[in-house]
């Protein structure tokens, strides 16, 4: 079990784990409003571990929405799930089917960040296992604060603009493991300013895939491009 939780693995976990708990018992409270029970949170946490899909849907089925149009606005927000298996396949291809697969499941915006920077760091012992260690640890943490969440009810009230607020943080924390690099710190204000201005005419997150593969076509041109002038 050490491969997998060790001393390395909790430290890069935390801030995900910190961050979760009033997103999580935020997304609880909205689902004991529509009707769910801690135990059907708990499944939908497992099986739908995707905050904004997670509170999309919430919304959508207290709005009354069928199956099938709930199933696919979450699709199109978790689109860039996608992007992120494809950059983290070339760190983890060696490993069986099926940690591949339960790997894909545990991908979301803040795994995908840490152990993508986990990974690049030159002098860094990370590994698939130790990867695989701090999804499950995000992913368990997110589902205990939505059932609390659940079980604390109407009794606790938690302003949307606070959740907001503790989600936008969150991810300049993330972010800011770059900031030693002015590239990284660049591409990432790019990505940043593409995304707020393609949501004038995208929606259901689209405006964030968009920017991010262009930020990412930006980053690797850069890339390149020092590559050949160092040759």
Same mark, same amino acid.
């Given at each position: 079990?050490?491969?997998?939780?060790?001393?390395?693995?909790?430290?890069?976990?935390? %801030?995900?784990?910190?961050?979760?708990? %009033?997103?999580?018992?935020?997304?609880? /409270?909205?689902?004991?409003?529509?009707?769910?029970?801690?135990?059907?949170?708990?499944?939908?946490?497992?099986?739908?571990?995707?905050?904004?899909?997670?509170?999309?849907?919430?919304?959508?089925?207290?709005?009354?929405?069928?199956? +099938? %149009?709930?199933?696919?606005?979450?699709? /199109?927000?978790?689109?860039?799930?996608?992007?992120?298996?494809?950059?983290? =396949?070339?760190? +983890?291809?060696?490993?069986?089917?099926?940690?591949?697969?339960?790997?894909?499941?545990? /991908?979301?915006?803040?795994?995908?960040?840490? =152990?993508?920077?986990?990974?690049?760091?030159?002098?860094?012992?990370?590994? %698939?296992?130790?990867?695989?260690?701090?999804?499950?640890?995000?992913?368990?943490?997110?589902?205990?604060?939505?059932?609390?969440?659940?079980?604390?009810?109407?009794?606790?009230?938690?302003?949307?603009?606070?959740?907001?607020?503790?989600?936008?943080?969150?991810?300049?924390?993330?972010?800011?493991?770059?900031?030693?690099?002015?590239?990284?710190?660049? /591409?990432?204000?790019?990505?940043?300013?593409?995304?707020?201005?393609?949501?004038?005419?995208?929606?259901?997150?689209?405006?964030?895939?968009?920017?991010?593969?262009?930020?990412?076509?930006?980053?690797?041109?850069?890339? =390149?491009?020092?590559?050949?002038?160092?040759?």
């Amino acid at each position: 079990m050490g491969e997998y939780f060790n001393k390395q693995v909790f430290k890069a976990v935390w %801030p995900i784990c910190f961050g979760y708990i %009033p997103l999580g018992v935020a997304c609880g /409270i909205l689902g004991e409003k529509v009707g769910l029970d801690a135990f059907l949170m708990a499944m939908m946490s497992i099986f739908l571990f995707a905050g904004s899909g997670q509170f999309i849907a919430l919304a959508m089925i207290g709005a009354g929405t069928a199956i +099938i %149009p709930i199933v696919i606005t979450v699709g /199109i927000v978790n689109l860039r799930h996608m992007l992120y298996g494809l950059i983290l =396949n070339q760190y +983890i291809s060696k490993e069986s089917l099926l940690y591949r697969m339960i790997y894909a499941q545990e /991908i979301v915006d803040e795994t995908f960040a840490v =152990n993508s920077i986990e990974f690049q760091k030159r002098d860094s012992e990370w590994n %698939p296992k130790k990867a695989a260690g701090l999804n499950f640890l995000a992913h368990m943490s997110w589902m205990l604060a939505t059932v609390a969440g659940v079980l604390l009810g109407s009794a606790v009230y938690i302003d949307t603009g606070l959740v907001s607020y503790a989600l936008i943080a969150m991810f300049i924390g993330l972010w800011s493991f770059h900031f030693k690099s002015a590239k990284l710190i660049g /591409i990432g204000v790019l990505g940043g300013g593409l995304a707020l201005l393609l949501s004038l005419w995208l929606d259901n997150m689209l405006n964030v895939v968009v920017a991010t593969v262009v930020a990412a076509i930006v980053g690797a041109a850069i890339d =390149n491009g020092e590559g050949v002038e160092k040759k």
